[in-house]
Nanobody, 116 residues
Framework: QVQVVESGGGLVQAGGSLRPSCVVS????????MAWYRQAPGKQRESVAT???????NYADSVKGRFTISRNNARNTVYLQMNSLKPEDTAVYYC??????????WGQGTRVTVSS
């Protein structure tokens, strides 16, 4: 059973930074595209950033220029560097392993709260 564990969320003031990480075990990341999603209270889960096996990245318009997704396959870890955080970035952030097909795995999420 693939395990996905996020960490690195927290409380930060507007304008601050956080760097959540996602550690995956019982599989290798080299064959998976990865993504970060988020879900704010009362809203649907939305894609924030994706990174393919080859390292190509894509971002939601709302976070372009502020967030950076990266991966370290040797450590089976994916990161989301979040800068210039805004109160509207407040959400639970989820790591998704696999972008297509039936082999998709999710973590339990890490909470990010941005105070104004």
């Amino acid at each position: 059973q693939v395990q996905v564990v996020e960490s690195g969320g927290g409380l930060v003031q507007a304008g601050g930074s956080l760097r959540p990480s996602c550690v995956v075990s019982r599989t290798t990341l080299t064959t998976y595209g990865m993504a970060w999603y988020r879900q704010a209270p009362g809203k649907q889960r939305e894609s924030v950033a994706t990174i393919t096996v080859g390292g190509s990245t894509n971002y939601a318009d709302s976070v372009k220029g502020r967030f950076t997704i990266s991966r370290n396959n040797a450590r089976n870890t994916v990161y989301l560097q979040m800068n210039s955080l805004k109160p509207e970035d407040t959400a639970v952030y989820y790591c998704r392993v696999g972008l297509t097909g039936s082999n998709v795995y999710w973590g339990q999420g890490t909470r990010v709260t941005v105070s104004s």
